[in-house]
């Protein structure tokens, strides 16, 4: 009887133990969500203006213009105005997230713009789920959680992961998509093959910069797995490429066709010099410092060193994805801080490994040398990652927009308006329902001379384009008045014309010279 009582005893404490993991878990994980989704409402009403103004209220005006399309109660008048304000706007990727934002707004009966903040959240929350069964999957538990903690809590993460703009949801599939790949390394199977590709298939239709991580995960997890001849005569592997392939090869070679090649020699072909001079690459890494505090990516990259040996390919494919990204659109992975977005998930999935070997270390020391270092651990971990909340909060939009809005009745109507304004325009045509042509920044200018031209400031040919520019238009607004005064041959040129100063504006009638 008393042999009977010790593997009892001992099967009740393992049932005990089994469930207060459980229930760490389940805390952990709760808690870790709550604060990543909570964080993210604060504010989430606020005008999308809080960061890349130009590029949401791009997604924005072509999601009103779809809507005005859709819903057949609209104004007519309105309707052809939202259409023509959307119709300025090049489409390169899919309009995949305005187009579910459009059927919503139909669906409530108005134009509410937290609703793309709601659903960017859901995306990256969705993702959250990937980042930790992926975390969990190379390496234990504890680094999941702490993957987990980093991708909903970086403070560049909060910020761009609730913008209403494709890169949340790009993200999310590729991040999907390489827990698919993750899977299918380890058992080959064809319900692995087959998520994997159609998870990978959409993360590039919807935006083409997800063909990168795609690329280097599926090379580097199947070379681990086969030899390249193997590989060239597995059925699994040629069925994951022909799945994968099918959709974005549709879009972006069917659909899109020279038009995609168009932007290839825009903004690829034309800036890879770049790729050739260490200043690139310096402001690449100072800019990496600044969304993500240069200590985390410290610790992210040596924490390589931590994974197992058959984990390391993983995160390594991570890495190269996102550098193959930067060295594909060099110019635009050190100005426009959105094409780091896959970062996040990249850094937060690195860190897992240096976490899993801290806490396992923890675990097997005495109660109160792992309390020290557990809330050191913590301390470090709110160290790295303060600063969260004062970007959401810093500014209330509402007021501003009540600016642009009071132009509507300003601006003349049915005229032709070139504008030298607020984020290319955006704000002016959306809230002002008013059609602009683009005058381009001095930041183009420089992009100019990034991609080997040779066009200042003072370069006789923006004589040449002014005087093109005006040939059909009505009027000039300018709203920039630094750029103005930075571009002299402009200003110069404007000043000859009969002009009316408004609240924060200027508008030239180009039919009335001085």
Same mark, same amino acid.
């Given at each position: 009887?008393?042999?009977? =009582? ?70 007519? *008048?309105? +309707? ?36 793309? +903040? ?17 975390? *969990? ?25 609730? &913008? ?54 599926? #090379? ?8 390249? +001849?193997?590989?060239? !005569? ?30 290839? /020699? ?30 985390? #990516? ?12 058959? $984990? ?55 109660? =109160? ?20 909340? $004062? ?42 329902? !008013? ?12 992009? /100019? #001379? ?31 008045? /630094? ?9 110069? /040129?404007?000043?000859?014309? &009969? ?16």
């Amino acid at each position: 009887m008393a042999e009977s =009582k010790i593997p009892t005893s001992i099967y009740f404490k393992k049932r005990k133990n089994r469930l207060n993991s459980k229930i760490f878990l389940f805390l952990a994980w709760f808690i870790i969500f709550g604060a990543g989704i909570g964080i993210r409402l604060i504010n989430f009403t606020n005008p999308p203006l809080d960061f890349q103004a130009w590029r949401q209220l791009r997604s924005a005006s072509i999601a009103r213009g779809m809507y005005y399309e859709m819903d057949p109660s609209a104004d007519p *008048k309105s +309707r052809e105005l939202a259409v023509e304000i959307a119709n300025q706007f090049d489409i390169m990727e899919p309009t995949v997230f305005e187009r579910l934002v459009a059927a919503t707004y139909l669906l409530l009966g108005g134009e509410y713009l937290f609703i793309p +903040r709601l659903y960017a959240i859901l995306f990256w929350t969705i993702g959250g789920i990937g980042v930790f069964l992926i975390s *969990k999957q190379i390496t234990t538990v504890y680094g999941g959680l702490v993957s987990l903690f980093f991708y909903f809590l970086m403070p560049f993460g909060v910020t761009a992961s609730r &913008a209403f703009m494709p890169d949340p949801l790009m993200v999310m599939w590729i991040i999907l998509a390489a827990y698919a790949l993750l899977r299918w390394s380890e058992v080959q199977s064809w319900k692995w093959t087959i998520l994997a590709g159609i998870f990978s298939g959409i993360a590039v239709y919807i935006k083409v910069f997800a063909v990168f991580p795609i690329i280097s995960l599926s #090379v580097l997890l199947t070379l681990s797995k086969f030899s390249l +001849r193997q590989a060239l !005569t597995n059925q699994k592997v040629w069925g994951l490429v022909g799945i994968m392939v099918l959709l974005p090869a549709i879009y972006y070679f069917g659909i899109m066709g020279g038009h995609a090649s168009n932007y290839i /020699n825009d903004w690829v072909l034309g800036f890879n010099n770049l790729l050739i001079q260490f200043n690139f690459y310096r402001q690449w890494l100072t800019m990496l410092s600044f969304l993500f505090n240069k200590y985390i #990516v410290i610790f992210s990259l040596l924490s390589f060193f931590f994974f197992p040996h058959k $984990s390391k390919i993983f995160v390594l494919a991570l890495w190269l994805g996102y550098f193959l990204i930067g060295c594909f659109v060099p110019s635009l992975i050190i100005t426009h801080t959105y094409y780091s977005l896959f970062a996040v998930p990249v850094i937060s999935i690195s860190l897992a490994g240096l976490a899993s070997f801290v806490f396992s270390s923890i675990s097997r020391q005495p109660v =109160k040398i792992a309390s020290l270092c557990t809330l050191f651990v913590l301390g470090g971990i709110f160290f790295t990652t303060n600063g969260i909340y $004062s970007p959401l909060r810093v500014k209330d939009y509402h007021q501003e927009i009540l600016g642009w809005e009071k132009m509507k009745d300003e601006l003349p109507k049915d005229s032709v308006i070139i504008g030298l304004t607020h984020d290319y325009n955006t704000r002016v045509m959306y809230y002002a329902w !008013t059609p602009l042509r683009k005058w381009p920044y001095i930041a183009d200018m420089e992009m /100019n #001379v990034l991609s080997g031209g040779n066009l200042n400031l003072n370069d006789p040919y923006w004589q040449k384009y002014f005087d093109e520019s005006i040939k059909d238009a009505d009027y000039f607004l300018v709203t920039l008045m /630094n750029e103005l005064e930075g571009q002299p041959i402009l200003k110069q /040129n404007l000043y000859k014309y &009969a002009h009316t100063e408004g609240d924060g504006y200027i508008l030239f009638d180009l039919h009335k010279k001085n």
